[in-house]
């Protein structure tokens, strides 16, 4: 069975960090691109970034440039996104997602391009 399972959510001061990881079971990220989509209460789920499968492009959404960081170990078959400076706008349920349509050096932020997603984990960013 093909899934992904995301850990690391919580509850966290304004200001404060979190890193959220995601292991793949029942195959290897290497031809995949992999990204983090968020939805937030009441909103539309959005991407939050993405990685190449190569490695070569990183994407962010301009709310969370120069706070967040995507990363991924091949070999561990595991994503991360590390959070810093987070604020209370951040407070969403985080996924993450897996897709080999794109070429090794594109990722994307609309959702359609990623055929497998985790179940979700919860961030509060609150004081």
């Known amino acids: 069975q093909l899934q992904l399972v995301e850990s690391g959510g919580g509850l966290v001061h304004p200001g404060g960090s979190l890193r959220l990881s995601c292991a793949a079971s029942?195959?290897?990220?290497?031809?995949?691109?992999i990204g983090w989509f968020r939805q937030a209460p009441g909103k539309e789920r959005e991407g939050v970034s993405c990685?190449?499968?190569?490695?070569?492009?990183?994407r962010y959404a301009d709310s969370v440039k120069g706070r967040f960081t995507i990363s991924r170990d091949n070999a561990k078959k595991t994503m991360y996104l590390q959070m810093n400076n987070l604020k209370p706008e951040d407070t969403a349920v985080y996924y993450c997602?897996?897709?080999?349509?794109?070429?090794?050096?594109?990722?994307?932020?609309?959702?359609?391009?990623?055929?497998?997603w985790g179940q979700g984990t919860r961030v509060t960013v609150s004081s």
């Open positions: 997602v897996a897709g080999a349509r794109l070429d090794q050096d594109s990722c994307a932020m609309t959702s359609d391009e990623y055929d497998y």
């Open positions: 029942g195959f290897t990220l290497d031809y995949y691109a």
């Open positions: 990685i190449a499968s190569s490695g070569g492009m990183t």
